[in-house]
């Protein structure tokens, strides 16, 4: 059932265009897994450091009182 959306998913994306688009659609369709790792890392690291990609530095012996 794990591939069940990949082989679906293509079949919809192969009746929705026409001949002329279908190979874009599809190239952007099955990239989507693959590219979806990369950005699911960075998104939260943006979000969180709102706007840079910069990991947050931290002196770890300073202590706020």
């Known amino acids: 059932m794990a591939g069940s959306p ?5 079949g ?3 009746d929705v265009f026409a001949a002329e ?3 874009l659609a599809m ?9 979806g790792g990369s ?4 998104v939260p690291c943006f979000a969180l450091n ?14 706020d009182i």
Do not use: K, Q, W
């Open 6 to 10: 990949n082989s679906i998913g293509g």
């Open 12 to 14: 919809i994306v192969g």
């Open 21 to 23: 688009d279908r190979a």
């Open 27 to 35: 190239a952007v369709y099955t990239f989507g897994p693959v590219i």
């Open 39 to 42: 950005i699911y890392s960075e």
């Open 50 to 63: 709102r706007g840079s990609l910069e990991l947050p530095r931290s002196d770890p012996l300073s202590v």
